[in-house]
């Protein structure tokens, strides 16, 4: 990615005191099991260690490593029974999920032959889990419980524990990046406008704006010409070009990926929502012709780009591009009712890592619906599952999550320069076209490979927002 982050997860394991002096094996025991969970985790995600807790005060001190160091989410161990204070002053004050890990050792006991040290040490993991939640609950905390057994590997677990972190990475790519906008949203588009202020308050995403006659210079001190024609080769390993085209102006479209590209690190942008809608004259012209294969590139490289000014829909591009790798713009296109599909596309900047064949550019007279002409791409997205993610506003601002998983499936789409997906779902296009409409989503989504639902609700966890569920 252009701007790298990485989620900072909390950790730490409980037990009981009392149980310690009585029974001494059990210390290096939980040790042991701590340090090989700790090691279970994916490199992906920065680990603040709070250790083996068992006392409240402990439990205090662990509490200000996580507050200190701005967690995105909290993993506790539960290795065996232990009492909310080993828990709650740790996690009293954070505004994130804590997921109550509930891992025994061993796949069931010798009955025979266990005495009380064994029993608490490999076989009693989940003896304090509802008590736990409990209190969470009372507190008012966020929490989910993942049980499992370590012996022999425990694949559902590990899955579930990864996609957390994978959700995590989404809170700290938001905290840690900007969303530049750049214009405004499209005139009468009333479900794209925003409050950036709310924005930054509810999903720690700052917004940094710009105006377009500042962008219009951006390239004019790009002249590394070794630097240029690089570029110019990764735009044509990436697009095929349809039609005639002038080699000078892929040469100044490379100019200016290798500008924005140092924009996004000076600026630290993680997403871009841009609308133009004047004249389209002079280095206006030049740079609006361009822009929708300039930000496809900077997609591929992990910072979402949104047309019409969307911020909400550079969200979800940015989150689904997080958590699978593939973050395509989409929206309603038409309903095929004879074959009882749904095409779902758009025009401008996509991810070509969802395409499953080169996407191409071509030079089009007009942007339809909007100012200028120039190149629009169009990718092919693969066959199979895919999910789709729209984020929207109440009334009051709070945000909420539109999901629904579908598959893409083979036959004829548009061709006049779109990216179309002909997606079937379980309900029939018909009723998933009513029922996703009824969830008030805003006008564009983000599509992704693969089915993603179970993460974007530990992601909707995670930002405190509520899910829709539309189909699974």
Same mark, same amino acid.
């Given at each position: 990615m252009l701007v790298d982050t990485k989620a900072r997860v909390g950790v730490f394991a409980i037990a009981l005191q009392a149980y310690l002096p009585q029974f001494p094996s059990l210390v290096p025991e939980f040790n042991n099991q701590y340090q090989a969970f700790k090691a279970s985790l994916p490199e992906a995600v920065?680990?603040?260690?709070?250790?083996?807790?068992?006392?409240?005060?402990?439990?205090?001190?662990?509490?200000?490593?996580?507050?200190?160091?701005?967690?995105?989410?909290?993993?506790?161990?539960?290795?065996?029974?232990?009492?909310?204070?080993? +828990?709650?002053?740790?996690?009293?004050?954070?505004?994130?999920?804590?997921?109550?890990?509930?891992?025994?050792? =061993?796949?069931?006991?010798?009955?025979?032959?266990?005495?009380?040290?064994?029993?608490?040490?490999?076989?009693?993991?989940?003896?304090?889990?509802?008590?736990?939640?409990?209190?969470?609950?009372r507190y008012g905390k966020r929490s989910d419980v993942i049980t499992g057994v370590v012996e022999g590997g425990d694949e559902k677990a590990q899955a579930e524990i990864e996609d957390w972190c994978k959700a995590a990475q989404t809170r700290r790519r938001f905290r840690d990046t900007n969303i530049a906008q750049i214009g405004r949203p499209y005139p009468g588009m009333m479900d794209?406008?925003?409050?950036?202020?709310?924005?930054?308050?509810? +999903?720690?995403?700052?917004?940094?704006?710009?105006?377009?006659?500042?962008?219009?210079?951006?390239?004019?001190?790009?002249?590394?010409?070794?630097?240029?024609?690089?570029?110019?080769?990764?735009?044509?390993?990436?697009?095929?070009?349809?039609?005639?085209?002038?080699?000078?102006?892929?040469?100044?479209?490379?100019?200016?990926?290798?500008?924005?590209?140092?924009?996004?690190?000076?600026?630290?942008?993680? =997403?871009?929502?841009?609308?133009?809608?004047?004249?389209?004259?002079?280095?206006?012209?030049?740079?609006?012709? +361009? =822009?929708?294969?300039?930000?496809?590139m900077l997609i591929k490289q992990g910072t979402a780009c949104a047309v019409e000014g969307d911020m909400k829909v550079a969200m979800a591009m940015s989150i689904l591009k997080t958590i699978s790798g593939t973050g395509q713009l989409a929206e309603m296109y038409s309903i095929d009712f004879n074959d009882d599909i749904a095409i779902i596309g758009h025009s401008g900047s996509g991810d070509a890592a969802i395409s499953d064949k080169k996407p191409t550019m071509k030079i089009v007279d007009v942007f339809h619906g909007k100012t200028g002409g120039g190149y629009l791409t169009q990718f092919y997205p693969y066959l199979g599952p895919v999910t789709y993610l729209a984020i929207t506003q109440d009334g009051e601002g709070h945000f909420k999550f539109v999901v629904a998983e579908g598959v893409n499936e083979e036959g004829p789409i548009l061709s006049f320069g779109d990216t179309n997906m002909r997606t079937r779902f379980s309900c029939g296009a018909r009723e998933f076209v009513t029922k996703w409409s009824l969830a008030g989503p805003t006008h564009h989504f983000g599509a992704a490979k693969g089915r993603h639902i179970e993460t974007l609700k530990k992601v909707a966890k995670i930002f405190n927002v509520d899910i829709e569920v539309i189909t699974q």
């Open positions: 920065e680990i603040v260690d709070g250790g083996v807790v068992t006392t409240k005060e402990a439990s205090q001190e662990v509490g200000d490593k996580l507050r200190a160091a701005d967690v995105d989410l909290v993993f506790v161990q539960l290795l065996t029974y232990a009492t909310s204070y080993n +828990m709650l002053p740790a996690v009293k004050d954070l505004d994130v999920p804590v997921v109550l890990v509930n891992l025994q050792k =061993l796949k069931a006991l010798d009955y025979k032959h266990t005495d009380i040290a064994s029993w608490l040490g490999e076989g009693y993991a989940c003896g304090a889990v509802g008590e736990m939640v409990a209190d969470l609950n794209l406008y925003i409050d950036e202020s709310n924005l930054y308050r509810r +999903m720690g995403l700052y917004t940094k704006q710009f105006d377009w006659e500042k962008m219009w210079a951006i390239a004019d001190n790009i002249d590394d010409e070794e630097a240029i024609q690089n570029k110019v080769h990764d735009i044509l390993d990436t697009f095929d070009i349809l039609g005639s085209y002038k080699k000078e102006d892929i040469h100044e479209m490379a100019r200016y990926v290798i500008a924005f590209e140092q924009w996004v690190k000076d600026e630290k942008l993680g =997403l871009i929502a841009s609308h133009y809608d004047g004249f389209a004259k002079g280095q206006a012209g030049v740079l609006d012709a +361009m =822009l929708i294969p300039a930000f496809s």
